[in-house]
């Protein structure tokens, strides 16, 4: 069981837009920013959003990421086949000292 | 270019210590804007931070596992290195080692990772 609540799955057609969100308690989201992994088939995680809503170089502007209280959510205002992925969320947890994270979030381009 | 490496045995006996090494080229884990860190992945499951180091020693670790980690660092090698003892087939997963530059960057270099079985 994870700490942090992502749906498992997701989907949109190209040039949909679509939205991953992700719960937390006042501990880690309600306290820190959030962090947006994306890690393509067998390859490592990437940092793909920090600071709840920058994103590193290289990263499409296209995507983007929010944070309100205890919530926060990666979207993408146009999906394109690339962005077949997985997508975690994580965030540093004041009670725990530690990283947590979101158990995954697939998602597919129909 | 920074990049992490690891490297150690891919096959754990049950009971036994699982012994990791992360080598730092590029950068070095004496830096004082760092921490350095390892995480894991179970087969088809998601990530678990496992824990952190701080080029003097100090450490974080996931509570769940902190009876049976310990991560070093060793500046003279530019390396930092996992122990997790008394492994069982639940510790079957996909090493990660990664850079962390703060609680709101993130991890913002991972290394490619290494799969460690746990099996007689």
């Known amino acids: 069981q994870s700490v942090l609540t992502q749906p498992p799955s997701a989907s949109g057609t190209p040039g949909q837009r679509v939205t991953i969100s992700c719960s937390g308690t006042r501990s880690n989201i309600g306290s820190n920013a959030v962090n947006w992994y994306q890690q393509l088939p067998g390859t490592a995680p990437k940092l793909f959003i920090h600071?709840?809503?920058q994103r590193p170089s290289g990263v499409p502007d296209r995507f983007s990421g929010s944070k309100s209280g205890t919530s926060a959510s990666l979207a993408t205002s146009g999906l394109q086949s690339e962005d077949e992925a997985d997508y975690y969320c994580a965030a540093w947890d004041d009670s725990l000292n530690a990283w947590v994270f979101g158990g995954g979030t697939k998602l597919t381009v129909l | 270019q920074v990049r992490l490496q690891e490297s150690g045995p891919g096959l754990v006996k049950p009971s036994g210590t699982l012994s990791l090494t992360c080598t730092v080229s590029g950068d070095s884990v004496s830096s004082s804007s760092y921490y350095w860190g390892w995480l894991r992945q179970p087969p088809g499951k998601g990530l678990e931070f496992i824990g952190t180091i701080y080029y003097t020693g100090n450490t974080f670790y996931n509570p769940s596992l902190r009876s049976r980690v310990t991560i070093s660092v060793d500046t003279s090698m530019n390396q930092f290195s996992l122990r997790l003892s008394s492994v069982t087939a639940a510790d079957t997963a996909m090493y990660y080692c990664?850079?962390?530059?703060?609680?709101?960057?993130?991890?913002?270099?991972w290394g490619q990772g290494t799969t460690v079985s746990v099996s007689s």
């Open positions: 990664a850079r962390e530059i703060s609680s709101d960057v993130g991890l913002d270099v």
């Open positions: 600071s709840s809503n």
